[in-house]
């Protein structure tokens, strides 16, 4: 998990330099720093999956299917 100062997107760096490498891999990214309303960090949030080599942003629906939300 990681934050950027605009929006929540994966960066060149993120691409080409990732900590995680296994194939299935999560990166999830909030925006604005995480200077942002708890209740909203599930809808901004963006979710990437290391699939090939590749970093693909996972819909809406796959991020409910990966995560499951208690509270």
Not at 31 to 60: C, G, H, T
Request: aromatic share 8%; net charge negative.
């Amino acid at each position: 998990m990681h934050t950027h100062p605009d929006g929540a997107f994966h960066s060149c760096i993120d691409d080409e330099y990732p900590i995680l490498t296994l194939p299935g891999s999560l990166s999830i990214v909030i925006p604005d720093f995480a200077n942002i309303k708890i209740r909203s960090i599930l809808s901004e949030m963006m979710v990437y999956r290391l699939i090939i080599n590749e970093w693909k942003l996972q819909s809406k629906e796959e991020v409910k299917d990966l995560f499951k939300i208690i509270g």
